[in-house]
């Protein structure tokens, strides 16, 4: 359902940029009227006209089951339709990876959350820093060192991270340290020893999902940074058009995803070559 000019607009350049065929998806007369408004070809799309939002929602998650598509951007609907279209069954389980690109850092950020809960123990957090891994190995990046933040380095915190050291270990995920628990302003203070500038660190597992919200908002309003909003939903990613701040941030999340897709598709055939 991409009615926002800026979608449309955006859509279109990737279009120019050959970064994919697009399906648009929703009420095609309102699209076209859109599009006609903003001098945008809307015959370079596919339109599959689904004005009722219900019916949106039904053909999308069967356009997605079937392999007709890769991934799915979504435009603004309710993210209780997120759940149905990606075929996740249990409320708020569906994880997102936000892919940040900060200006005089020299590699790109992430933040991952497993779920939308706010209560969040050792077991989610593992399974956030598992899920961000198939998205930075795809993106051709061999190590993983990840932050664990907190704003109370108490003696939980510490037992926590320590339970996740040695459960990744034990699951043979090698290529991912975890340096120690610290607070999220010692990532961006001169003298800390944390500091993202002066480490490794490019991931970081925050205290929820909320929290994970507040300090990518809180980038939007005072950095230039590009932030791609990937959700995942079991082997599905999709793009949370609401999330992205401007046409910037979506075509930076078109080519995160084409990456992802690249390497993905890559794998699969080299798994069928082996076999």
Known sequence: MPYETNVL????????????????????????????????DYNRFAIYDCPEELEAIDFCYEFLRKGRCDYVAFGKIPPSYFNRIMDVKEEGQIG???VIDLPSLRHYLFISNSSR???VDFDDKKKAIIQAEGVIKALNIKKINAAMITNLNNKTDVLEMNIIKMLLKDDKF???NIYDSCALASLFSAHSPNNIYQTHINL???RNYEAARIFIDTLRIFTEAKIASILVGGKNYAIDLS??????????????LNKINKEKKKANYQKLSAI
């Open 204 to 206: 970081l597992i925050m």
């Open 117 to 119: 809960r706010l209560n």
């Open 9 to 40: 607009k955006t859509l279109d350049n990737a279009l120019r940029l050959n970064l994919g065929n697009y399906i648009l998806i929703g009420d095609k007369k309102k699209i076209m009227e859109n599009s006609f408004r903003h001098n945008i």
């Open 174 to 176: 090698n290529n991912i």
């Open 96 to 98: 997102s990876v936000d």
């Open 243 to 256: 999330e992205t701040r401007n046409g910037s941030d979506i075509l930076f999340s078109l080519l995160i």
